[in-house]
């Protein structure tokens, strides 16, 4: 952006310095500009996708689950060597390679319970993938909340310095209108106050921007636009959702495993082949030996891997039916929370705002005479921004209420932006 540029015709020292402060306020001025970003919620939300920290630690998990879903597990093969000493003085020497191969059912059973694991984290990760992008459209939204509040705000005080200085010039003669003062200049320091928590808030929300992209919450600012009222996630079957197919698949997992450790009680094969080279009394030999275990020679082991598999996997369906319960529930409370709102949003935007307006214009005409008429010019004039504000706080209890529901779409990560 170029450097604006003024030009004045200006005669004496005093209009020279009258210039140079002018054009020092308009570079302040444009640094700030500058200095703050505007981001579109799009492209916060795409910022987070890409420099988030949990979802960078969530896919170096992921990658590692798919490894070690990669394969069958076998025990390495393991390899002999033999050297034979004779009384006469001559040796012999041999080789043998073993390999030991669980029970087939063994094999499946673990290649299937590791299978589920990572389509579990893969739903997983979408899970969280939905999950970031709902705090991010929150957050976002909270730093236009807090921009808008304090736009708000800078309006009632202006409004309120106007009515000051009207009732000031009738409270030299009314005692009630004195009385009528001093609560209007009490009123203007309480948005002085609610001036400065705003600083505070604006300055937290932009950490937790900060916090969600990975970047250096002392120097990232940006400006926010003014989101655009979203809707109602489409939640059309709690059975779908990524959190719930996540869990489904934990149960397969334990499922598999239960049944792996219900094969603890079969026996593992052991298969050895062995050479032996050519003695003076001895021929050259080969041999192949197969050897299984006993596993129920020592029953108690089988038996607590069993008890332990069929724990794990009830475990796990209890606490899929109870989030199963809990999604349902809060669902239908949101929802309903969600319908009121908009429908109060829509009665303070389309009618009680606009008769505020009109309220306004009728009174610009009209010059307070008495107490009454100041009181009724302060109602006025304050009206319209504490219903902005109103509108502003019912908007982010509906946007926190649309951050939860969205956090469960049964939808793909680009369809949900």
Do not use: C
């Not at 003024?6 to 308009?26: A, N, P, S």
């Not at 010059?367 to 908007?395: G, M, V």
């Amino acid at each position: 952006m170029s450097q604006p540029q003024i030009f004045l015709v200006l005669e004496g020292m005093e209009l020279k310095h009258l210039k140079l402060m002018i054009i020092m306020g308009i570079l302040l001025i444009s640094a700030k500009a500058l200095a703050e970003e505007v981001l579109s919620p799009a492209d916060f939300v795409n910022r987070a996708l890409k420099h988030n920290l949990d979802l960078r630690l969530v896919d170096a998990e992921t990658k590692e689950i798919t490894a070690e879903a990669s394969g069958i597990r076998l025990p390495p093969p393991s390899v002999s060597v033999t050297q034979m000493n004779m009384a006469n003085g001559g040796t012999a020497q041999g080789w043998q390679v073993s390999q030991t191969i669980p029970f087939p059912s063994k094999i499946s059973r673990d290649y299937s319970a590791r299978q589920h694991a990572l389509h579990a984290r893969k739903d997983e990760e979408l899970s969280e993938k939905l999950t970031i992008m709902a705090q991010a459209k929150l957050i976002y939204f909270l730093v236009w909340e807090a921009q808008e509040q304090k736009s708000i705000l800078e309006e009632k005080r202006k409004l309120l310095k106007k009515h000051i200085s009207i009732a000031r010039s009738m409270a030299r003669s009314d005692t009630f209108a004195k009385i009528h003062l001093l609560k209007a200049e009490s009123e203007k320091d309480r948005v002085e106050i609610s001036l400065e928590n705003n600083s505070q808030v604006h300055q937290e929300r932009l950490s937790m921007a900060a916090q969600l992209v990975d970047n250096d919450p002392k120097n990232f600012r940006f400006k926010a636009i003014e989101p655009p009222m979203r809707k109602l996630p489409n939640i059309s079957s709690i059975e779908n959702v990524p959190q719930i197919q996540a869990m489904k698949m934990h149960l397969k997992h334990y499922e598999s495993l239960e049944k792996a450790a219900r094969t603890e009680w079969l026996p593992d094969f052991t298969i050895s082949y062995g050479r032996m080279e050519e003695t003076l009394r001895f021929p050259e030999n080969n041999q192949i030996m197969v050897g299984l275990t006993l596993p129920f020679a020592y029953f108690w082991q089988p038996r607590a891997k069993s008890s332990q598999g069929h724990a794990q996997r009830l475990e796990t369906e209890i606490k899929l039916k109870k989030k199963i319960r809990q999604i349902q529930a809060e669902k239908i409370n949101l929802e309903e929370a969600l319908r009121s709102l908009k429908a109060q949003i829509k009665t303070l935007e389309q009618k009680i705002l606009p008769r505020a307006i009109q309220r306004k214009r009728l009174f610009q005409n009209i010059s307070p005479r008495n107490l009454s008429s100041l009181q009724e010019h302060l109602d006025t004039y304050l009206s319209i921004p504490d219903t902005r504000l109103q509108i502003l706080t019912l908007k982010t209890q509906y946007e926190q209420a649309v951050s939860w529901l969205a956090q469960y779409q049964a939808e793909k990560v680009n369809d949900a932006k």
